[in-house]
């Protein structure tokens, strides 16, 4: 099973981030196993909202099933305000 | 956010839709779809949250999981996605039992139970009741009056779960079992029904008390266990009495039984607001002329006249308008 560890390399450059914008959880979200797109989609967009908070039953999403795992995505980007930038094309 | 003691008494007020009442006050989107893994979840960030609910359950399983999620908003305390009925049901994790006192004071508030258990001993009957009247599973209702044990005068409760034949889990602050003396109070108790099963235990001064709730369809079965001191662990419930005069009076008289269900359905409205002696004289005046032959017979006779009063005292605010004092220990 591929894991998140290798999802936010380390750079140079740039600002260092206010505090506010890290997880203090993010330890059990980067133990969370992933299994597809999908679970690293959800997982990333957790570790990038700090507020957003849930935790998964045995750090595992393999429990859920897809159409399980895109209403959870739905209801993220619902509650975060994310929206597709275009409408989809005919 | 709400403080956790408004909500519960915003619930109270709303009782038997605290939960639905309170996540439209609160303005959450409750979203009802089919889910596989999971029953439902809550997420917020900041004033805003959704909860998503398992549609693919029975209505009292979506209250549960309804109210447990807003137990979870309420406390602060992060969902756990992937969680079943189940694990939410058996968990020992300190913050998963904060989420269900709040969800289960949301669904059926302590007053209430107080009100419906209104004597001692707890049977399915009791069950039953409090389960219908509150919207929930006679599961949740043995697991809430199994945690309000010492507030209601039990020493001792616990709630068994079967499936099949088989332990599937128990659930108590106060009472462990072994397996087997799990499955066999469940046999007892299945005998016994629908009166509960006692045992006296004289050495210790108490009585074991096990009433069985069954669900065929499911396979499934509800123990409920309590300990209570002699003097209230004997005593019959109304409920059995009230099953043990039926049995008397109706013995293979099936149409004189609806004949008088129809007489006290007729009468109820009238009742309301009488003592229960003005209702005993009205009831007699109205329905005495109306039987004869054998039925009369026993409708007339000391027991009948106890059954008569005995329905009559549900409907008259003498019963589950106050708690009889003498029917439990005070606690």
């Known amino acids: 099973m591929p894991k998140l560890n290798d999802d936010f390399c380390p750079v140079t450059g740039g600002v260092d981030l ?18 597809s797109d999908l679970d690293r989609h959800i997982v990333q967009l957790l570790a990038l909202h700090p507020k957003l908070r849930v935790r998964f039953r ?33 | 956010m709400i403080s956790v ?11 038997p839709a605290g939960p639905e009442k309170l996540a439209e006050h609160l303005g959450v989107r409750v979203t009802f779809s089919p889910m596989s893994g999971c029953d439902g979840w809550c997420l917020f960030c900041e004033d805003r949250a959704v909860i998503r609910i398992n549609n693919q359950f029975v209505k009292s399983r979506q209250r549960f999981t309804l109210a447990h999620e807003l137990g979870h908003l309420l406390l ?16 020992n994790d300190d913050e998963e039992r904060r989420v269900n006192e709040v969800a289960a004071e949301l669904l059926i508030p302590q007053n209430i139970v107080k009100a419906v258990v209104s004597e001692l001993p707890v049977v399915a009957a009791v069950l039953k009741r409090l389960a219908k009247q509150s919207h929930v599973s006679e599961l949740a209702a043995a697991l809430r009056i199994a945690n309000l044990a010492a507030e209601l005068g039990l020493e001792k409760a616990s709630v068994v779960f079967f499936e099949g034949d ?13 397996d087997d003396t799990a499955i066999n109070l469940r046999d007892a108790a299945r005998e016994a029904a629908p009166n509960a099963f006692r045992h006296i235990r004289k050495h210790k001064g108490d009585v074991i008390v096990a009433s ?5 369809f499911f396979g499934s079965a509800t123990l409920f266990v309590q300990l209570l001191p002699v003097k209230y662990g004997q005593q019959k419930s109304r409920d059995e009495q009230r099953a043990e005069l039926e ?31 003005e209702a005993e004289d009205a009831f007699w005046e109205r329905y005495e002329q109306r039987f004869s032959g054998i039925p009369k017979k026993r409708l007339t006779s000391q027991k009948g006249r106890e ?7 549900e409907w008259c605010g003498h019963f589950h308008a106050e708690t009889h004092d003498d029917a439990r220990p005070s606690s």
């Not at chain 2, 088989?166 to 108590?172: A, F, L, N």
């Open chain 1, 18 to 35: 206010p505090k506010s914008r890290f997880r203090d959880d993010m330890d059990q979200l980067r133990d969370v196993t992933i299994g």
């Open chain 1, 58 to 90: 045995k750090q595992d999403l393999a429990a859920l099933d897809t159409p399980t795992k895109k209403a959870l995505l739905a209801d993220m980007n619902d509650l975060l305000g994310v929206r597709p930038l275009r409408k989809p094309l005919r």
């Open chain 2, 5 to 15: 003691d408004r909500a519960l008494a915003f619930a109270r007020q709303h009782y």
């Open chain 2, 76 to 91: 602060d305390i992060p969902t756990v996605i992937g969680e079943s009925f189940s694990d939410i049901l058996r968990s």
């Open chain 2, 166 to 178: 088989t332990v599937s889990w128990q659930r108590s602050q106060t009472l462990r079992m072994a």
């Open chain 2, 212 to 216: 069985l709730i069954e669900n065929p």
């Open chain 2, 247 to 277: 049995q008397y009076l109706f013995d293979g008289q099936v149409s004189f039984q609806r004949q008088l269900q129809g007489c006290f359905g007729a009468f109820k409205p009238r009742a309301v607001g009488m003592s229960v002696s």
């Open chain 2, 307 to 313: 059954y008569v009063r005995l329905r009559l005292e």
